[in-house]
């Protein structure tokens, strides 16, 4: 059975007090995602990669600004074999890669044209997700791969919200939609 972890919008910007758009607590969750990230056989990072002028800084403060350090993952999160797909239509091969950098403009990562031939390509059995915001970026995440047909499963410790109601809400509503919650030691090795 092949599962391919998703990782979403684990960047500077939303996991550090210092960020421009930062979620609280979310510093306590990196080592979860890094320990995933690593475990994961094939792993899909969505990145926001906005321009300084993106419409969505209409509603949220501008952050993960294309080539800013905001916009960069930890390292610890990073895999060695990666590729970047960018938020345009583009030619794209993911043999070998461990990682793959799916960029985005919006909060849906479902607005990325690629990403129904990334999918394709990838043959997922089964989806795992994980990141920031529970509410905004990785329900959309989560729902979204529901809608594929495929098993979902969403990591309890390793996603942060900006508001734990709105979360909760996210949560129930994906477990009703057919989802899975699990915790990461469900997932991980033990040492």
Known sequence: MKTVFFDIDTQIDFMFPAGALYVPGAERIVPVIAALNQRAGIVVSTMCAHEEDDPEFQEWPPHCIAGTTGQLKPQSTMRAARIA??????????????????????????????????????????????????????????MGLLKTGKPVTLVTDAIAPLKASDSELVLQSFSAGGGRLATSSKLLPRR
């Open 85 to 142: 797909i960018p938020p345009t239509p583009a030619d794209f091969a993911i043999d070998g890669a461990e990682q793959i950098l799916l960029e985005k403009r919006q909060l849906n990562l479902f607005t990325n044209p690629n990403l129904p031939r990334l999918l394709e390509a990838l043959g997922a059995d089964e989806y795992v997700v994980y990141g920031v915001v529970t509410e905004y970026c990785v329900g959309y995440a989560a």
